[in-house]
């Protein structure tokens, strides 16, 4: 049976993988996008430009489409920004997530949905004194998915990944670093400068992570939060290492500091490791598809 699956945020990086993903495995699917393009197109491949801020609008939308699964990809995830505009975090993430959840529970549909979390997000009993107007704007989005599930039965379940890597058009900072790297080499320059090499950090591949979502579509648990990770720690200047071992330019790393850092809470992927999903990807691999991505 075919199986149509609605994706928001479609032409953002994490999005446009997705959207490719499902069509690839013969989903049908709509793309929520709002300024920017889609640069994919097919014939079974819906783009609807909307403001899911805008609760008619949403309504309308999902009882026009009536799909089988949600992927709630879209929002505002600019830390300096939320600083600035905190109440257009609070719309694009808390009130669209609203909007998405209540049209399912209106409509009566089945709709299995996945909303993704953020690892920059606090815990709710944290919420008192958020880290900054992102992450309350995350923890309240999250709260808003448990909260319809556990009180209507909407089929929720949240994806909280670790920082995600990968070719295409990201403000991540493997793709900083790769696109940085490369200005050096056109300048000619071999001396790369970065602010602490010390600090360390989880890195999942997009494609990996849209197979878990996918896995999380089939097998996962209504009411539950799955850690996307891929259980390595590593420091900026190993990737900085690895960078310089698949561009193959011979470049010198000056750390400002290489202070230690308080060690983080490792992120517990036992959750999504339990429905048999691993990442496929090395860290390597994806940087050589990261590094290649930036000479386009």
Known sequence: MEKRILITGASGFTGHHAVQHFLD?????????????????????HTHRIDL?????????LEETEPDYILHLAGENSVPESWKTPLKSWRANVDSTLHLVEAVRALGLKARVVIAGSVLQDELGSADSPTHPYSLTKTMQTTVGL????????????AKPSNIIGPGVSNGVCTLFAKQLRQLQADGKSQFQVGNAAVTRDFIDVRDLV?????LFCNG???????ITSGRWVS?????SLLRQVSSYDFAI???????????????????????????RSLKTSLTDVWQYTAQ
Do not use: C, N
């Open 254 to 280: 000056t750390s400002e500091t290489e202070e230690a850092m308080a060690t983080k809470q490792p992120m517990k992927a036992e959750k999504i490791r339990a429905l048999k999903w691993e990442p496929r």
């Open 53 to 61: 801020s805008d609760k008619a609008v949403v309504h309308a939308l």
């Open 147 to 158: 909260a319809w599930q556990h009180l209507f039965q909407v089929d929720v379940m949240i």
């Open 211 to 215: 197979e878990a979502y996918e896995l």
């Open 221 to 227: 648990t209504a009411g539950e939060t799955y850690e």
């Open 236 to 240: 900026l200047g190993e990737v900085l």
């Open 25 to 45: 495995k013969g989903f049908t699917v709509d793309a929520v996008i709002r300024r920017t393009k889609l640069a994919i197109m097919h014939e079974v491949l």
